[in-house]
């Protein structure tokens, strides 16, 4: 048991299983701050976020005052920079204070992401796909809520949420130390060609989708005219995706390979599977839409 408990599929399970309860439970954050009105002013639950802000960054003081890493204000800049330059922005571009909360849930998000990817990921661009991933599953996070009667799916809040993944991001490329940065993994995704202008065409047809439920949102004829393109394009895209991800584990799993490609494998399946799984969802809950003429918000 104390084998299983400190093996390398406990941490995979643990950590994984840590992102997607922290992701189902984003959407129902509402809930708390519903709760809080209760008991709490309106002004004073606008604080709620800065003060959730401020116990991450005393988090931080107490990690740097307890490590044994010799520290100094300069690696400290970008991140002291960064988090001014957000929460200016953000004050200027949303003036309902409550929504400031996506700032913190959303370096949770990606500190959440980025130790499940530091399981099996090896080289560089741990950081960008943590980034990538927190800001796109910002996005399916904001479509969950327009499926909600009383909830409302807004570009500024996605704005917000990859502001608060990539202050996550800068904060972790502030704390770790990060190693010799091998991208030699890149030369195998760009063997396969054919995933690649799939995943490609996925991204491009997430941006389209995000576009469509916007217009659709304010207009529920637009997406008439196109209703069945629109439809059959999902409808391929998450074919073909769930049948990418079907090969890319069964040659992970079932054709063993040596030990150093294996180690560089890792890391190509984790772009490869995070993007299609997320790019995935995105398009199915656009195809729930049109099938359901749900009324998306």
Known sequence: ??????????????????????????????????????????????????????????????????????????????????????????????????????????????????????????????????????SLLGVVDE??????????????????????ALLGVVLIDTLTAQSVRNWSWLRMIARQKVLCIILFSGLAGTIFTGLMLWEHKDDKTVVHNYENQILAWNIVYCTTAAMAVFRLLNKSVFTPQPVKTQTLMNTYLLWFITLFCLTFIIHAVSTLTLLTNLDFR
């Open 1 to 134: 048991m104390t084998l299983f408990f400190s093996s390398k599929k406990f941490k995979r399970f643990f950590r994984w299983s840590s992102v997607v309860v922290f992701v189902l439970a984003l959407p129902h954050a509402i809930f708390l701050y519903r709760a809080a009105t209760a008991f709490m002013s309106g002004s004073n639950v606008g604080r709620i976020p800065f003060a959730v802000f401020l116990c991450l960054i005393f988090g931080l003081a107490v990690y740097v005052h307890f490590s044994n890493q010799t520290w100094t204000l300069r690696r400290f800049f970008p991140l002291i920079t960064l988090s001014i330059v957000i929460w200016i922005s953000v004050t200027f571009l949303e003036e309902n204070s409550n929504k400031y909360i996506h700032i913190p849930q959303y370096m949770i998000l990606s500190l959440l992401l980025f130790f499940a990817l530091s399981v099996d990921y090896r080289g560089g661009g741990i950081l960008l796909l943590t980034f990538i991933l927190s």
């Open 143 to 164: 479509m969950q809520q327009g499926l909600y009667p009383d909830r409302y799916f807004g570009w500024k809040d996605m704005v917000i949420n990859s502001s608060g």
